[in-house]
T-cell receptor, first 114, second 115 residues
Framework: AQSVTQLDSQVPVFEEAPVELRCNYS??????LFWYVQYPNQGLQLLLK??????LVESINGFEAEFNKSQTSFHLRKPSVHISDTAEYFC????????????FGTGTQLKVEL | KAGVTQTPRYLIKTRGQQVTLSCSPI?????VSWYQQTPGQGLQFLFE???????NKGNFPGRFSGRQFSNSRSEMNVSTLELGDSALYLC??????????????FGPGTRLTVL
């Protein structure tokens, strides 16, 4: 079975400051990794994913995450946040060959303040 | 393309009743997954349907069931509702051609309140 740990339930940060949201996973088999974002009263949106290849993946809105197999981590980073980045962020894992079953972490609420 | 639609958006039921939630995936998508989101348990996988067959199942009691129709629309049913079933139920669709995960597109969810 797979599990995901998001170490921070809430992360407050000032606008234009950098941020890192931490995610660690546990699995006995190869996995794919995802970050989803959820804005208030909305469903989840895929932010970025790691399936294979380059361990550094980027999203179109400036977020990036790096897959670190030895540390079983997939931390999400952004060098300069904007007020509109305020949302809840979920890290998720899916085992290879496991279809679309996602195991989610408990989420990190990112609050960007002026 | 239209996104994933879920109906109804809000629902209030009483304990012991049953409920059916509906999900219409993005046109052309054949995989539909369901998730339950609660403040206490977070996001939990319920089941996935692909081409009318259940492909994956989470650890939920048999009161939770689902099905998928030939047009890929899916329904989930919860019988004998309990207070703890109050949650946001999210549906996600994807092309789902193989066993490797493809990008899933989530609907806005159905907010179920059990009184």
């Amino acid at each position: 079975a797979q599990s995901v740990t998001q170490l921070d339930s809430q992360v407050p940060v000032f606008e234009e400051a950098p941020v890192e949201l931490r995610c660690n996973y546990s699995s006995s088999v190869s996995v794919y990794l995802f970050w989803y974002v959820q804005y208030p009263n909305q469903g989840l949106q895929l932010l970025l994913k790691y399936l294979s290849g380059s361990t550094l993946v980027e999203s179109i809105n400036g977020f990036e995450a790096e897959f670190n197999k030895s540390q079983t981590s997939f931390h999400l980073r952004k060098p300069s946040v904007h007020i509109s980045d305020t949302a809840e962020y979920f890290c998720a894992v899916s085992r290879t060959g496991g279809g679309n079953k996602l195991t989610f972490g408990t989420g990190t609420q990112l609050k960007v303040e002026l | 393309k239209a996104g994933v639609t879920q109906t109804p958006r809000y629902l209030i039921k009483t304990r012991g009743q049953q409920v059916t939630l509906s999900c219409s995936p993005i046109s052309g998508h054949r995989s539909v997954s369901w998730y339950q989101q609660t403040p206490g348990q977070g996001l939990q996988f319920l089941f996935e349907y692909f081409s009318e067959t259940q492909r994956n199942k989470g650890n939920f009691p048999g009161r939770f069931s689902g099905r998928q129709f030939s047009n890929s629309r899916s329904e989930m049913n919860v019988s004998t509702l309990e207070l703890g079933d109050s949650a946001l139920y999210l549906c996600a669709s994807s092309p789902g051609q193989g066993t490797s995960p493809s990008e899933q597109f989530f609907g806005p969810g159905t907010r179920l309140t059990v009184l």
